[in-house]
């Protein structure tokens, strides 16, 4: 791939359909819809492509999806209680088992039987610190992607939320353009990427980077460059990143991993999770400590890329929102692409949303 960058004339400007911007999701895969502290016994309500989905626990801490919609009168069942480990209605108190069932309305009369209604029940997986949704209509055939590195004592985690008024491309295709560590700048992540080669098939597309980072976790107090910016100096290091679809994953070096699990809402909405993971695998005698006061260092830097991972995602976003209404005020406008990895994910996108 290499040599294929380097013979084609790099100065042609590619073409890319627009109608990717239209895009819907192939629903058969693993969709991110919360992160697991966001769930309790309280119904909360979730939109993944243009289907609202009432999230709850039962009284022994199991997640439940259920079509956010009561039966009866079409309103949110989101709005009612948990009862009994059943999802009641807000307006006259039917319930509802994790099957979807009425098994409950409370002024039947004696020779009236429960309705026969029922609402569609979702796949729903709670799995590294993550609600994983599954919304197609088989009967799942894949596991979620995860993240082994959120319970792993090597790993300190960040989360930020991105909410966007964007198509899903736009996010996917921000994130596997490395060229736009420019917008970045006073934020200082990678410098200097250049894509080396690309590796696809009918789920993933892998780009390599060539980039350099300014953070080197190799000390037990490097961590402080995460706050910093005088401590940091540029060096080189590979900069993987990978659209596995539906989600997002790359790695920077060995210090650093970054996930975005995706929930796109419809065609004009995305919501996601973007984790970043410092490691710490560089320190041995770190490993060897008593594994209590691992847990204890881990959870007490729970969050230290903060800053630069919301200062990251407010930059992106903006650019993102703008992408997006320059293509609905004007969609016949065309835009010109040199980075090849985008075509890759463009192209994926469109095969994935037909199978
Ligand atoms: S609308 Fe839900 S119980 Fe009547
Ligand atoms: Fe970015």
Redesign the pocket.
Known sequence: MQELIQNKDTTLDYILPKNVRKLGINPNHWYVLARSNEVTNKPISITIWRQNIAIYRDNSGNIHALEDR?P??Q?KLSHGQVINDKLE?A????QFNSKGECAEVPYLADHQKLPSCKIRQYPIKEQDGFIWLYPGNETPKIEPMGLPEWDHLNYIATVSVINTKAHYSYLIENLMDMYHGHLHQDLQAWAEASLQNIEEDDHSVHAHYTAQSYYKIDKIWSISQLFFPALRRLHPEPLDVSYVYPHWVSSLGKDFKIYCLLCPINETETKAYLIHFTSLNAFWRLHKLPIWFRKWIKNSLFGAAQKLLDGLVIQDVKMIEEEQQAFLNNPEIKNYELNKALVSVQKLMKKQERI
């Open positions: 009561c009866h009168r309103v209605c307006y006259h108190g039917w």
